[in-house]
């Protein structure tokens, strides 16, 4: 694909459960962020992986964060007992890797609502 | 801290000149972006400036930077109805994640 994919695109939960979300980055590119957009803000970091490894992992809010990227491609971002504070859309970036420009392509986002 | 902001709204007449202000705190930014985001799509890059630049243009679009007073500003000429839409501003500081504003959401009235 030419772009950066993520599935679903909108994801309907209960408080409790557990989700994931899933992005595919742009083939060949080494670096992936995880953001979240809550309404009316702009895109606020999670998480960045350089390959395989999370790099830095700063901005997840709490332990019921956490992102995986297993071969250095496909990355999944884990929510488990969601909150109604949880409800945003969450974004998935990738870029070449740590150059001089740092030019990251955006994905369409999931839409998360937690009821 | 880090910290972007942007005024939130900005209404402009079909043919005019937008211009689009953003401020910013850190003064180790290396680039700074500008992202347009149309209703239910992705971001997309319009176009960075690097910190020791003071103008960039591209087409339509004019970035200016004023380093000592960290403002940054999009103009973009002959604003079209197909230019609606909200206008994020962002920095780099080196650290790898992006820091945006909230983003100015641009009418455009035929």
């Known amino acids: 694909g030419a772009g950066v994919s993520q599935t679903p695109s909108n994801k309907v939960t209960e408080k409790g459960k557990y989700v994931e979300l899933r992005c595919d980055p742009i083939?060949?590119?080494?670096?992936l962020y995880w953001y979240r957009q809550s309404l009316g803000q702009g895109p606020e970091f999670l998480i960045y992986?350089?390959?395989?490894?999370?790099?830095?992992d700063s901005g997840l809010p709490n332990d019921r964060f956490f992102a995986v990227r297993p071969e250095g491609s496909v990355s999944t971002l884990k929510i488990q007992r969601t909150e109604r504070g949880d409800s945003a859309v969450y974004l998935c970036?990738?870029?070449?890797?740590?150059?001089?420009?740092?030019?990251?392509?955006f994905g369409p986002g999931t839409r998360l609502t937690v009821l | 801290g880090e910290d972007v902001e942007q005024s939130l709204f900005l209404s402009v007449r079909e043919g005019d000149s937008s211009v689009i202000n953003c401020t910013y705190t850190?003064?180790?930014?290396?680039?700074l972006y500008w992202y347009k985001q149309e209703p239910g799509a992705g971001l997309q890059l319009l176009t960075y400036?690097?910190?020791?630049?003071d103008m960039k243009q591209d087409q339509r679009l004019t970035v200016l930077l004023n380093k000592k007073d960290k403002h940054l500003s999009l103009r973009i000429a002959d604003t079209q109805t197909g230019d609606s839409a909200i206008y994020f501003c962002?920095?780099?500081?080196?650290?790898?994640?992006?820091?945006f504003g909230k983003g100015t959401k641009l009418s455009v009235i035929p």
């Open positions: 970036a990738s870029s070449l890797g740590p150059g001089e420009v740092n030019e990251q392509f």
């Open positions: 083939s060949g590119h080494t670096a």
């Open positions: 992986f350089q390959g395989t490894g999370a790099a830095d």
């Open positions: 850190d003064s180790s930014s290396t680039y």
């Open positions: 400036i690097f910190s020791n630049m």
């Open positions: 962002a920095e780099w500081a080196g650290s790898y994640q992006l820091t």
